[in-house]
């Protein structure tokens, strides 16, 4: 991936309301999607919403006919750009499953909360403060470059950011690898977001995951998930 590329071959791994929202925008913009899940025949046989009360998997298929649907393994392995939309807790198991062969080199952008849904709401976190699951990823998978990125709207404004503000606040980005931070920042830039700023390594998603207990509060305060965070300077 350059940052002169048009259009790539992207996987997204999760079938969720994040997963089809990225994978739906990226299709829109011309990139050639694949979504990435455990089993393909039971992800398109499940006929029940979702846990958000979004329809079922093969619902959104059908109006994205653009879009493929393989095992985790396949997706990445035919992508040259990989986006991890799964929970976070069962993260590093995916991208197990996806093959670390398959991640080597590659840039993946993990979208991930590290949400503990145990205890009921709100969810807390499973690691913080002196560590990240963006930075677990990153030890798992030394020679994949993660960019931790879009995990602190919610997936309508990941891909819709105008429809918050007319698209007037701030997204982060963090990674070791510069180039592609730069990168990832072209595609967020695609999307709408106009104000993308690098934290630094990846370490710095510790910062961003950190503000997930901040953002389930508010959504609950604002009674709707429509909003984001602006940076003033
Ligand atoms: P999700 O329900 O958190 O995850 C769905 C994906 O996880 C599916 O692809 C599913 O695989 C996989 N999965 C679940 N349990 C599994 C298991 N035991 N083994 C292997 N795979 C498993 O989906 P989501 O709501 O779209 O969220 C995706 C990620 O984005 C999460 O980490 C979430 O915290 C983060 N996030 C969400 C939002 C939002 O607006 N929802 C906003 C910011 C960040 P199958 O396809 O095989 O079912």
């Known amino acids: 991936m350059s940052e002169g590329d048009s259009t790539m071959k992207i996987a997204v791994l999760g ?27 039971s ?3 499940r006929t029940e ?6 329809p079922p998997y093969a619902v959104w298929a059908r109006a994205h006919p653009a879009v493929g649907l393989a095992s985790f393994a396949q997706a990445a392995a035919a992508a040259e750009l990989v986006v991890n939309a799964t929970a976070g807790g069962v993260a590093i198991e995916v991208l197990h499953a996806a093959g670390a062969d398959n991640l080597a080199g ?23 403060d002196t560590d990240s699951l963006g930075e677990r990823i990153q030890r798992e998978f030394p020679g994949t470059r993660v960019v931790k990125t879009l995990n602190i709207v919610n997936a309508n404004v990941m891909v819709n950011p105008r429809q918050v503000a007319d698209g007037d606040h701030t997204m982060f980005v963090s990674g070791n690898d510069t180039e592609a931070k730069r990168a990832v920042t072209g595609l967020l830039e695609s999307f709408g977001h106009t104000d993308v700023i690098d934290l630094g390594d990846i370490s710095t998603a510790r910062g961003t995951e950190m503000m997930l207990p901040i953002w389930v509060r508010l959504w ?13 300077r």
Not at 21 to 33: M, N, P, R, T, Y
Not at 111 to 127: E, K, R, W, Y
Not at 220 to 232: E, N, Q, R, S
């Open 49 to 54: 919403p979702d846990g958000y009360g979004s």
């Open 15 to 41: 079938t969720g309301t994040v997963g089809q929202a990225v994978a739906g925008k990226l299709a829109e913009l011309g990139h050639e999607v694949t979504v990435g899940t455990r089993d393909v025949e």
């Open 43 to 45: 992800t398109l046989a």
């Open 220 to 232: 609950d305060a604002l009674g709707t998930p429509m909003f984001a965070f602006k940076i003033v």
């Open 106 to 128: 590659k840039v993946l952008i993990d979208i991930a909360n590290p949400l503990d849904h145990s205890q009921g709401m709100p969810p807390t976190l499973f690691v913080k």
